[in-house]
């Protein structure tokens, strides 16, 4: 005999990170922290459909696999400012699950923004609230309450990576990015000492505008001595 499928299950409420971590990310930029990291960030298909800001939190996680939007609403009863919620939609990527009044509520609760691998709609009402959304389609096609089952806290795919519940999340103009809590303190470091290097030498590149980039940046030693140890035919 089979086992009783449950269709919903609730995890535990992941930790948040800091507000020290949450203010550093918010002084950094995806494109800075993709120069230390080369994993965790969404595929260019999710994009933002409110107007351009930055977005930095803790992923609190849903899967919906099914033209059903009960657990994306029932998430609400549980997010904390703050807290960014990144929805898996399997392979229901047509019906959205997410509209205005869920916007509003959303909004209302704190929440700073959610990330959809799937549909979304109403992005007016978004703008409005205040609330960031992020999405691979918009649809007018809404999902209804069927109970089909969900999850929340678990382990999801969005944009083509593994988030899991408390990872750190910063989304801006270049696009997404999912930071473990393990390697969080290490990733903002390493992008502080990158973005502090960079500032030095734009400023540098202001006082010496004939500044040969490539001089600096080491590209012309690379390419050089691999041009000079090549046989002479």
């Known amino acids: 005999m089979l086992p009783e499928r449950k269709i919903y299950f609730i995890g535990d409420m992941p930790e948040q990170i800091s507000d020290s971590q949450r ?18 960030f969404m595929d260019p298909g999710i994009q933002q459909r409110t107007p351009s800001r930055v977005m930095v939190g803790t992923a609190v996680t849903v899967r919906i ?11 609400l009863k549980f997010t904390r400012p703050n807290d960014i919620l990144v929805i898996e939609r399997g392979q229901d990527q047509f019906v959205t699950c997410w509209g205005g009044a869920t916007t509003y509520a959303a909004a209302a609760t704190g929440l700073s923004g959610v990330i959809i691998d799937g549909a979304a709609n109403d992005i007016t ?23 089909l089952g969900g999850e929340m806290n678990i382990p999801v795919s969005c944009g083509g990576v593994a988030v899991n519940p408390g990872d750190a999340i910063i989304a801006d103009e ?4 999912a930071i473990s809590p393990d ?11 990158w ?3 960079e500032t030095e030498f734009l400023e540098r590149l202001k006082r010496e505008p004939d500044l040969c980039y490539p001089d600096v940046t080491g590209a012309s030693a690379i390419v050089e001595a691999q041009m000079s140890s090549k046989p002479k035919s």
């Open 23 to 40: 203010n550093a990310l918010l002084e950094l930029d995806t494109g800075t922290i993709g120069h230390h990291l080369e994993a965790g």
């Open 65 to 75: 696999t099914v033209p059903d939007s009960i657990m994306a609403h029932y998430a």
């Open 125 to 147: 009402d978004a703008t409005k609230a205040g609330l960031t959304v992020w999405s691979r389609s918009i649809c007018p096609v809404t999902t209804k309450y069927r109970g």
């Open 174 to 177: 270049n696009g997404i990015v």
């Open 183 to 193: 390697i969080l303190d290490e990733t903002i470091e390493a992008s502080q000492r």
């Open 195 to 197: 973005l502090k290097a």
